[in-house]
T-cell receptor
Framework: DAKTTQPPSMDCAEGRAANLPCNHS???????VYWYRQIHSQGPQYIIH???NNETNEMASLIITEDRKSSTLILPHATLRDTAVYYC????????????FGKGTKLTVNP | NAGVTQTPKFQVLKTGQSMTLQCAQD?????MSWYRQDPGMGLRLIHY???????DQGEVPNGYNVSRSTTEDFPLRLLSAAPSQTSVYFC???????????FGSGTRLTVV
């Protein structure tokens, strides 16, 4: 599986958009980009995933560059409850079903 | 829907003891996995399964055993507990295909 690179930490003001970057320069054509988050010591929570097109759901938006070498997770109006570690993962559909977690980005939303 | 249920939530073991961490899901998911998370670190895959009767090793399988006799259950066995296995253990499940995993709330294990 391709590896991802994320900044170790980021800060965001409450109510502002949080933009979390992820580099996956060796991603293959059949690999999806997934985002999860882990709040404090809870189990990780699935947020969103995409292949080529931008995706949006009730939690976030995912912007994938045209060359697919990087992506950005956008939390449009961050709240204090969004403080968490965010993980960007690439995963092959229908192939090995191993999710490989990196160290993620610790997002701190400040009042 | 209970989702992914892990038991127990907390456990203290003595070195050399064995135990089984239970994981059950009621979503009819084909895929199930076990992860461990040490303080300040990301999750590391121990074992995973793509269906009943099929299991495979992850990054850190030594000292752990799994089996998958039903779709719903995926127990993780510690054969002879060691202090290095002190960790938080998460079980997760997913439908086959490009779907997100659902994680349990974790089992916090201390080996003394």
């Amino acid at each position: 599986d391709a590896k991802t690179t994320q900044p170790p930490s980021m800060d965001c003001a409450e109510g502002r958009a949080a933009n979390l970057p992820c580099n996956h320069s060796t991603i293959s054509g059949n690999e999806y980009v997934y985002w999860y988050r882990q709040i404090h010591s809870q189990g990780p929570q699935y947020i969103i995933h995409g292949l080529k097109n931008n995706e949006t759901n009730e939690m976030a938006s995912l912007i994938i560059t045209e060359d697919r070498k990087s992506s950005t997770l956008i939390l449009p109006h961050a709240t204090l409850r969004d403080t968490a570690v965010y993980y960007c993962i690439v995963r092959v559909e229908g192939g090995s079903e191993k999710l490989v977690f990196g160290k993620g980005t610790k997002l701190t939303v400040n009042p | 829907n209970a989702g992914v249920t892990q038991t127990p939530k907390f456990q203290v073991l003595k070195t050399g003891q064995s135990m089984t961490l239970q994981c059950a899901q009621d979503m009819n998911h084909e895929y199930m996995s076990w992860y461990r998370q040490d303080p300040g670190m990301g999750l590391r895959l121990i074992h995973y399964s793509v269906g009943a009767g099929i299991t495979d090793q992850g990054e850190v399988p030594n000292g752990y055993n799994v089996s998958r006799s039903t779709t719903e259950d995926f127990p993780l066995r510690l054969l002879s507990a060691a202090p290095s296995q002190t960790s938080v253990y998460f079980c997760a499940s997913s439908r086959q295909g490009s779907y997100g995993y659902t994680f349990g709330s974790g089992t916090r294990l201390t080996v003394v």
